[in-house]
């Protein structure tokens, strides 16, 4: 566009002008700078873009992408799969799935044991397979939460991992990774347990799948598990509220689920 006004014979006002009044993202690395040098830009003009795409319009560094393998590259904030074994590497946005069905399981049991087993309380999210799928057994996983994007919100929370009233979620720690029971048309997934004992909400210790995450910039974590997912459904898991029911039901959990699955 700026070489074609130039050479259209617009003065550098206008085109400066032009500049300041559009959104623009340049590529100006220093073969792009000379370049554009070579063809006839006056370096007044250049200087106009170069702080068009640093401070004023729409900079590629503060651009918004969707799917851009380049986890420097700003993403709307979610939980994001790097498919780095495709042909055009890019992010696939694992979207959230809230599972308020809770089903119970063991009710024999904790009857003939006079409470003594436990009934196993599960999350439920419908369909038997995920959407989002990685071919890799040890897949790579970006975090971005609203402190990565702040910058283009004014420092506001946008509200993507609002949890409850002044309560947002910072952190990978906050969520479980878990492998789903694949039932005909659901996944299923342990989220608590009853007995004489008592009760426990959330993923039991022994349910979780072990994974590492590092922070690679302000809100942004990358994290892997630590083995090889064998070939299946899984999901990352936010119990966001707890429900309140009648005698051992008042511990029924509303989950957020990320879910992907594992295979060729």
Excluded: C
């Excluded at 000379?34 to 006056?42: D, E, H, W």
């Excluded at 992408?65 to 590259?73: E, K, L, Q």
């Excluded at 024999?108 to 890799?136: E, F």
């Excluded at 966001?240 to 992907?260: E, L, Q, R, W, Y």
């Amino acid at each position: 566009m700026v070489v074609t006004l130039i050479r259209a014979g617009l003065g550098e006002e206008a085109v400066i002008a032009k500049i300041k009044a559009s959104p623009n993202r340049f590529d100006l690395g220093t073969d792009q700078l000379i370049a554009l040098k070579t063809q006839g830009v006056p370096s007044a003009v250049i200087a106009a873009m170069l702080s068009a795409s640093q401070e004023g319009g729409v900079s590629a560094k503060a651009a918004l992408s969707a799917d851009s393998p380049d986890w420097r590259v700003p993403h709307p904030s979610g939980i994001y799969l790097l498919a780095d074994w495709a042909a055009e590497p890019k992010m696939l946005r694992l979207d959230p799935t809230t599972a308020n069905q809770t089903k119970t399981g063991g009710m024999l049991g904790y009857a003939l044991t006079a409470g003594i087993a436990p009934i196993k309380m599960k999350s439920v999210i419908p369909n038997d397979h995920s959407r989002i799928r990685s071919t890799k057994a040890k897949p790579e996983f970006y975090f971005f939460f609203d402190e990565a994007n702040a910058s283009l919100s004014g420092g506001a929370n946008n509200g993507s991992w609002l949890t409850g009233p002044n309560s947002t979620i910072t952190s990978p720690n906050e969520f479980s990774l878990v492998r789903f029971d694949v039932k005909k048309d659901r996944r299923e997934a342990r989220v608590g347990s009853f007995n004489i004992a008592g009760a426990k909400s959330g993923v039991m210790d022994k349910d979780r799948i072990a994974f590492t995450y590092d922070r690679v910039a302000p809100g942004v974590f990358r994290v892997t598990p630590d083995a090889p997912l064998e070939a299946g459904e899984y999901g990352f898991l936010y119990s966001v509220s707890a429900g309140s029911g009648p005698g051992m039901f008042s511990n029924t959990m509303t989950t957020k689920v990320f879910d992907f699955s594992v295979g060729a």
